[in-house]
């Protein structure tokens, strides 16, 4: 069989015909398979869903009970059966619950990477090299520019601001999904035991990600109204990046503010977004990691998804490996 007969690309989004279901749908569907549950790849108003369980739970976290109409739970390296083509579902190490999808049918495979990453997170399964005939990969960092830090590295930068400046609060910046748990679960990792405010935003997720048997530590909400300016000197207060404009941040004691995002490399992004502490991490792979992952995968043919696709398919075409640009549309950065 043909790729192009397996799987190809609609306005919907990636569609596999033999089993008449789409992946990561930006429309409603009949039947979708869904990568990860951020709100680019994950939306809510299709008929049935396959994902992996933590996927399934974080998607009613966020769109309500009834964001689908009927859903199947898939465990990870279980092969399903959707209308005689095989399914798989391999850790990408994105967020919790996030997997790549393996899709087989009479000898070809092709696996759709969703969003992964390579570096470390203690709040999700590691990413798994899936051989295959096509790899179809994101390039969110898709240029030789993005090098990302040891995300641990950051993590101390901002250590060593607490220290620094003990008597000002610090706003950390981080999305909801991934990033915010991540965050608080790196600075654990580095021996901050003290309590970790969070914004209300945060609170669903999070308390999810702890019935997970993720440690996040001892979390209290961020409720300025209810206490006084003084009590949050020298605190960590995780909170949305849209939190930084809202009345809610000017409340606290003498703020820092810090953003955990690998567009924090870019300098000139950080300024305009009001940073005082830039922390480079990423939930995405940098070019290094893109690169080694196709090598590590050693596919026939890479299709490129969404980000900087050219760069990656010319980095492919030199190395000998088939590849072309989806020009797929409605991804954004939501867990970058």
């Known amino acids: 069989m043909k790729a192009e007969a397996l799987l190809s690309p609609r306005p919907e989004g990636l569609y596999c015909a033999p089993g008449d279901f789409y992946v990561d749908p ?25 994902a992996t369980r933590q996927t399934l739970d974080i998607m009613r976290i966020r769109y ?13 390296r279980e092969m399903i059966d959707v209308n005689g083509v095989t399914v798989t579902f391999h850790p990408a190490g994105h967020v919790l619950g996030s997997a790549q999808i393996a899709i087989e049918k009479d000898g070809m495979r092709i696996v759709v990477s969703g969003d992964y990453k390579r570096s470390v997170d203690p709040t999700c399964e ?3 090299p899936v051989p295959c005939d096509v790899f179809i990969t994101e390039a969110t960092f898709g240029l030789p520019v993005f090098h990302h830090p040891d995300p641990e590295a950051e993590i101390g930068k901002l250590l060593k601001s607490l220290q620094t400046f003990p008597e000002r609060s610090h706003l950390v910046g981080a999305y909801a ?16 035991d003290r309590p970790i405010y969070i914004h209300g ?16 530590g001892e979390l209290l909400p961020a409720t300025v109204e209810k206490s006084a300016r003084d009590d949050y000197r020298g605190a ?6 849209s939190s930084f404009a809202d009345r809610w941040a000017r409340r606290f004691a003498d703020p820092i503010s810090a953003f955990a995002s690998g567009w924090m490399l870019i300098r000139q992004r950080a300024r305009q ?3 005082e502490l830039p922390l480079v991490i990423s939930d995405h792979v940098d070019w290094p990691e893109l690169t080694d992952t196709i090598r590590d995968v050693s596919p026939g043919e890479v299709w490129v998804t969404h980000g900087r696709e050219e760069a990656l398919v010319r980095w492919c075409e030199l190395e000998g490996i088939p590849a072309r640009p989806l020009h797929l549309v409605g991804y954004e950065d939501e867990g970058d």
């Open 26 to 50: 930006v429309r409603p569907v009949e039947r979708a398979l869904i990568t990860h549950g951020h709100s680019d790849h994950a939306r809510s108003g299709h008929q049935a869903v396959l």
């Open 64 to 76: 309500g009970e009834d964001f689908c109409s009927q859903e199947q739970a898939a465990d990870l």
């Open 126 to 128: 590691p990413f798994e």
């Open 177 to 192: 999904l991934g990033k915010a748990q991540r965050v608080i679960a790196l600075v654990r990792r580095q021996g901050y």
């Open 201 to 216: 935003a945060l609170a669903k997720l999070c308390d999810y990600y702890q019935s997970q048997d993720v440690d996040l």
């Open 236 to 241: 960590v207060i995780v909170c949305p990046p």
């Open 273 to 275: 977004r009001g940073v």
